[in-house]
């Protein structure tokens, strides 16, 4: 299972961005994927997921500014920013979850910095 993020860069506050993840070699539309972030010197964070029936689940730091979404025609999940504020400074990681076995499997990562 190979999962490659992309859509990570610089941007000034209040801008937008919107990352990318995509999956292979696994079949992807049964399976739960979200999106988790580490900033410099703290934990890895949940900041969004979407299950196989499109629920979705924000963290409350990003309610009402990202958007989590899937095209299981593409096996691919995006992750819509919008409004975004320095504190969103990160790596941001894809996640998926195997249904079958509960196995995480993670991206490399992108880095996204918003500058002030």
């Known amino acids: 299972v190979q999962l490659v993020e992309s859509g990570g860069g610089l941007v000034q506050a209040g801008r937008s961005l919107k990352l990318s993840c995509l999956a292979s070699g696994i079949i992807f539309s049964i399976n739960s994927v979200g999106w988790y972030r580490q900033a410099p010197g703290k934990q890895r964070e949940l900041v969004a997921t979407?299950?196989?029936?499109?629920?979705?689940n924000y963290a409350d730091s990003v309610k009402g500014r990202f958007t989590i979404s899937r095209d299981n025609a593409k096996n691919t999940v995006y992750l819509q920013m919008s409004s975004l504020k320095p504190e969103d400074t990160a790596v941001y990681f894809c996640?998926?979850?195997?249904?079958?076995?509960?196995?995480?499997?993670w991206g490399q990562g992108t880095q996204v910095t918003v500058s002030s």
């Open positions: 979407i299950t196989s029936g499109y629920s979705t």
């Open positions: 996640n998926l979850v195997s249904r079958g076995t509960g196995y995480r499997y």
